[in-house]
């Protein structure tokens, strides 16, 4: 018997794995004498079993077959008693099969269920203390000596090399993104899902290459080494995040490279004073034409101050867009051709699609004096006319 189970005989040892098979043995002989008297099994023993079981780790598995095994050892030593002793009274027993099966299948069954439910309490826990660990890390608030604990608990090296993942509003990693990646703790909140990568070896691109077949938008942090820098890597996590435009779609956003996106997404209320003071003037046009204007400017900005790049991504000629940027300097009192003041317009452009213009008027704040003519260094913006 001990050979046919050994997971069992392993976890208990040969001697008490001995006293388990008498004990089942016993019980399955009981219940069909209580069923000959009309009386139920009594379960109580088969329920603390399964709960015993559970804790100690056994299989499921493991635990029904010796109940099985039980039952057939049952029958086996009353049939070659029978045949000893009466063979002509063998037919006789052959009715009592279904009874000792009905035993056996109804004390496996009260195991197999007290099993599950320890089973699905133990997992509750555990995801519990799991939470609860992950936010220690992820919040910040508990010493370093608390923070490196909840990381060993976790089974994180330290050193080592981690980074986090925040996901969009609504977004979901159910079809976990692990096929790549060597580990990812989830941790399910109001306020999203957040995903901590223990790297590895693998660079930080391996990230994004896991989360493309989840079709998410998602922001990732830098690669930090220390469990207590996972509180400030979440926090790097969302700015990605929010550096991400406004309906972008799709995608997963590396911090470093969109550190000025990042910038602006960190400071909301110098966001909107950056949109008011550098685009008031253009925000403040009717919606037709500040789209125009804008996504001109964003276009221009993406081809690198190239207005025949521009040009080609608008569908239309190259005058028009040099008209158009004209009229966004005119209104904005900035020049293209001032690196500063690209660097002002490129931050306000990306403050604006972070967060979309409303529909309601917006209030001018009123623009510096424009750029006399003089000063300019080309005759078209950003001087873009030998491109």
Not at 183 to 210: I, K, Q, Y
Not at 223 to 230: F, H, I, N, S, Y
């Amino acid at each position: 018997m001990p050979t046919e189970e050994p997971a069992y005989a392993a976890l208990l040892g040969r001697a008490e794995l001995r006293d388990r098979i008498h004990h089942v043995l016993r019980q399955a002989v009981e219940g069909l004498a209580r069923g000959s008297r009309g009386l139920a099994p009594d379960l109580a023993d088969a329920r603390a079993d399964g709960a015993l079981r559970a804790g100690q780790g056994l299989p499921l598995e493991s635990l029904l077959r010796v109940y099985r095994l039980g039952g057939r050892l049952v029958w086996q030593t009353l049939t070659e008693a029978v045949a000893a002793h009466d063979p002509a009274a063998l037919p006789r027993l052959l009715p009592a099969a279904p009874a000792l099966w009905e035993v056996v299948d109804r004390l496996a069954d009260a195991a197999a269920g007290s099993y599950r439910r320890a089973e699905t309490g133990r997992g509750e826990r555990e995801r519990e203390l799991r939470a609860s660990l992950l936010d220690t890390l992820f919040d910040g608030t508990a010493p370093p000596e608390t923070a490196a604990e909840s990381a060993h608990r976790l089974g994180l090296a330290e050193p080592g090399r981690f980074a986090v993942v925040v996901l969009g509003p609504g977004e979901s990693a159910d079809a976990h993104p692990a096929a790549g990646l060597p580990r990812v703790l989830w941790r399910v909140r109001a306020d999203g899902e957040t995903g901590l990568v223990d790297l590895g070896h693998l660079p930080l691109e391996s990230v994004r290459e896991a989360l493309a077949p989840l079709g998410v938008r998602a922001g990732v942090s830098p690669v930090v080494a220390a469990p207590g820098e996972l509180a400030a890597a979440r926090r790097l996590a969302v700015l990605a995040l929010r550096a991400a435009p406004a309906g972008e779609g799709p995608g997963t956003v590396l911090l470093d490279e969109r550190l000025p996106a990042a910038l602006v997404a960190a400071e909301s209320e110098l966001a909107d004073r950056l949109r008011r003071v550098v685009l008031g003037p253009v925000l403040a046009l009717a919606p037709q034409d500040r789209r125009v204007l804008l996504n001109t400017l964003g276009t221009w900005l993406a081809c690198q101050g190239s207005t025949t790049y521009a040009a080609q991504r608008l569908y239309c000629h190259r005058n028009t867009v040099s008209n158009r940027l004209r009229r966004l300097e005119q209104l904005t009192g900035r020049s293209l051709s001032d690196p500063s003041h690209v660097v002002e317009l490129a931050l306000a452009h990306t403050a604006v699609t972070q967060r979309p213009v409303s529909r309601h008027p917006v209030t001018p704040t009123p623009a510096p004096p424009p750029v006399p003519p003089a000063q300019r260094t080309s005759r078209t913006p950003g001087d873009t006319a030998r491109r």
